[in-house]
């Protein structure tokens, strides 16, 4: 079952599935509070167009999906749906089905097209690299990774601040969103926080599977509990579980690093759908 972290491509694929998968599962309490599933998908798309088009006119690969992310990011922050009519998931769907389509228009144009957008979609984990500088140990060369910087930076602003982001959170789960106003300095800080922490995800695992671990593991956690600090321990746990048996699936019988990551998520779900509507039965049964 070990076997694979004997080669050094896995421990690495490991271990930046790992790091991506406990904050956006964190994040993903977050989102799947606020109501705003579409909104990973719609940023993790932005940032697939940055690269689309970074690609397209040869130069900004890492800045141009920077940039185009933390605009989308902004524009989010500002979208607040008065009219009940209109949900905010609407305004985000529509957004990413745009940028998914202007990203295949210029991935088209690329001289391997199909292959590019299948790495943009679930992304190549296993070909991601700490090791930058081999004059440096490995240890080094992990702590000054540009990704591991900008999510550690990201996790210490949540810890100092989650009571901020958990309150701002509750709001949403209440129905009282429309009280932060058109603009909320903690909001925007949110979705600033969300736009990086997706812009180095889907650079390493693609849209598919960031949006999965922003998603699932929140989603089941809460099937599993209704305690707010068990939501976050399982939603970690899970992350970490698919992680591994994600990459040992890929290993074993040679499939897709991103795609298996992805089943065993969707696995994770299904078992804990089970569980809910067990314990929901058990329930009604004592009532």
Do not use: C
């Amino acid at each position: 079952m070990f076997d694979m972290f004997q080669l050094p491509f896995m421990v690495q694929a490991f271990a930046a599935a790992i790091v991506t998968g406990l904050l956006l599962s964190y994040l993903g309490v977050h989102v799947v509070g606020r109501g705003i599933v579409f909104v990973d998908l719609a940023l993790g798309q932005i940032s697939s167009l940055g690269v689309a088009f970074a690609a397209f006119i040869g130069t900004g690969v890492t800045s141009i999906p920077l940039i185009f992310t933390l605009a989308g990011a902004l524009l989010m922050s500002f979208i607040n749906i008065r009219d009940k009519r209109l949900k905010q998931e609407a305004i985000i769907g529509i957004l990413y089905a745009f940028t998914s389509a202007l990203t295949v228009l210029l991935i088209s144009k690329t001289p391997h097209g199909d292959s590019d957008i299948q790495e943009v979609l679930f992304g190549n984990i296993l070909s991601y690299n700490f090791m930058e500088d081999p004059l440096h140990s490995a240890f080094w060369n992990i702590i000054r990774n540009d990704m591991v910087i900008v999510f550690t930076a990201i996790a210490v602003v949540h810890i100092v601040f989650f009571r901020k982001f958990f309150a701002l959170t509750k709001s949403f789960e209440n129905g009282e969103n429309h009280l932060i106003g058109i603009f909320n300095f903690w909001n925007f800080l949110f979705y600033i926080s969300i736009g990086l922490a997706i812009v180095f995800a889907v650079k390493i695992n693609g849209v598919i599977p960031v949006f999965s671990f922003l998603i699932i593991p929140a989603v089941s956690a809460i099937m599993m509990t209704k305690s707010n600090k068990w939501v976050f321990v399982i939603s970690f746990i899970i992350s970490i579980l698919a992680s591994f048996f994600g990459l040992l699936l890929s290993f074993k019988k040679d499939f897709p690093a991103g795609s298996s990551i992805v089943a065993i998520l969707g696995g994770i779900f299904i078992l804990a759908s089970v569980y809910k509507i067990i314990t929901s039965i058990v329930v009604k049964a004592k009532a």
